[in-house]
């Protein structure tokens, strides 16, 4: 085990007014080795650095010391460093048995608990380790230009300010801001100036703020049925009523008049999550004439926009927007990499303050160094080169799981066609659960989401869903022979 530095100072208990300051100061130390606070290999702060903290003499400090290092406690000598034995003695691990009896049980707490906390459901995040077929919602991590990205940091930290050590503005770093704004309305259609762009950690951020400048408990939100359970989840803590909205081929239908209560619709015109439908342009326009009729705001959640593999780039539905009914949000998560939490909201004009109110009061602002570096690779032109790159690899690579589809699960699934994304939808024929499959995929190594899990209490056909993504050709061919593998023995 290595050594572990550590200028820290040391909180030790107080020194009776009776025991002499070495014999003090050895006893406490003990203490603390044996009840595990200062760690195998931890280094001791200087004899110095003692003396200064406590009001001892340093020749104090070398003798409780010394006192240590006889009894096996430590380890090394003054001047080198004096460091905690890596292993104690089997009489000293007896002492600290002896000396720290269990304590008797006590009753846990009564905890007063908020509505907000006891509604709150742990929302689980990226899956860990390395990937397999077929991981959704998660890019080819091993292609993400790192060294670019240590450099572009590296420059960053070596100029950065006394400034940009501080803090920014609530809404986020200006330059990222500008850089975000020129990027939305030449790739995205999007219209807005960067006052109206807010930098948040990610999508649930941007939810979060949503739902706490709008929503009061028990006020209802439309989404997507399917749709994203991460949007449940945010919702529902904050003591909302979910109504469901049914999708079809030409994306989410327009709430029918009876829903003229709604305060918020989630949605996903782009590239519907989970099955990859684009909104028609007339249901488009109808979307946004009831929510201009009926006062509810509409969030767009621009998902996995930034690939598309066939036909005309869409426009955001919020280019479509006169009349300041939609909030715009996305994420650089999937585009660059998970750990990245930068995303960003647009708002209507005369939103943005109370937006940037609340943000002052909650998350304050995104790390500013972060969205320094991100607006360099933005600004310099390395976001739109790895942008095209991953888009000719994912395209590669969803052409790939389609063959090795159509030769070895033909009669078993039907993989969805799809236009954009990193995951598509595999449609299970006869009668085989999405869910028992899932479970018998995941005893084999394949990593698939049963559609159902989206499906917010409705009935719907059973699918999987099938990330490609995440892994190379030869780690999706074999994924499809293990699949089908699963599927032919469900099927018998």
Request: proline residues 7%.
């Amino acid at each position: 085990m290595p050594k572990r530095p550590s200028s820290l100072p040391l909180a030790l208990p107080p020194r009776s007014s009776s025991a002499p300051a070495s014999q003090w100061l050895s006893s406490a130390l003990r203490t603390e080795i044996l009840e595990g606070r200062l760690r195998p290999g931890a280094r001791l702060p200087a004899t110095r650095d003692l003396a200064r903290q406590y009001g001892l003499s340093r020749g104090t400090i070398v003798t409780a010391f010394e006192q240590l290092k006889s009894e096996g406690y430590v380890e090394g000598s003054v001047g080198s460093g004096t460091y905690v034995n890596e292993t104690l003695p089997d009489e000293l691990l007896q002492v600290s048995r002896k000396a720290a009896p269990s304590a008797p049980a006590q009753r846990a707490p009564r905890r007063r608990l908020s509505d907000f906390a006891r509604r709150a459901e742990f929302f689980p995040g990226f899956p860990k380790g390395t990937a397999r077929p077929f991981r959704t919602a998660e890019p080819a991590l091993d292609l993400f230009p790192t060294t670019l990205w240590a450099q572009l940091a590296a420059r960053r930290f070596r100029k950065a300010t006394a400034t940009m050590l501080l803090q920014c503005d609530a809404t986020g770093y200006r330059p990222f801001r500008e850089a975000v704004a020129d990027y939305l309305a030449s790739s995205r259609g999007v219209r807005c100036t960067p006052d109206q762009v807010i930098i948040v950690s990610g999508l649930q951020e941007s939810l979060d703020l949503a739902a706490r400048v709008f929503v009061n408990p028990g006020d209802r939100i439309g989404m997507e049925t399917p749709g994203y359970i991460g949007t449940t989840y945010g919702f529902q803590a904050h003591g909302a009523k979910l109504v469901g909205i049914r999708v079809d081929d030409e994306g989410m239908e327009v709430p029918q008049a009876r829903l003229g209560d709604l305060r918020l619709v989630y949605v996903t015109p782009g590239h519907q999550f989970p099955l990859g439908v684009n909104m028609s342009l007339p249901r488009r326009l109808a979307l946004l004439e009831w929510a201009r009729t009926t006062g509810a705001l509409i969030i767009e959640d621009d998902y996995d926009s930034e690939y598309r593999y066939s036909g005309r780039p869409l426009p955001a539905l919020q280019g479509l927007d006169r009349h300041g009914l939609v909030l715009f949000i996305g994420s650089f998560s999937k585009v660059m990499f998970p750990s990245l939490r930068l995303g960003y909201i647009v708002v209507p004009a005369d939103l943005v303050e109370h937006f940037a109110a609340v943000k002052s009061v909650t998350t304050r602002h995104a790390p500013v160094l972060e969205q320094a570096v991100l607006c360099d690779f933005i600004s310099e032109g390395h976001f739109g080169r790895h942008v095209r790159r991953m888009r000719e690899v994912y395209a590669e690579r969803l052409s790939v799981l389609i063959d090795a589809a159509r030769e070895d699960l033909a009669g078993l699934i039907e993989i969805s066609d799809v236009e954009a994304g990193l995951q598509t939808v595999g449609w299970l024929t006869g009668d085989v659960d999405d869910r028992t499959a899932a479970n018998a995929a995941a005893q084999r190594g394949i990593e698939v989401i049963p559609l159902s899990r989206y499906s917010h209490g409705r009935r719907m056909r059973p699918g999987l869903h099938l990330g490609f993504a995440a892994v190379d050709g030869r780690e999706i061919r074999r994924g499809v022979r293990e699949l089908a593998g699963v599927l032919n023995e469900l099927s018998k």
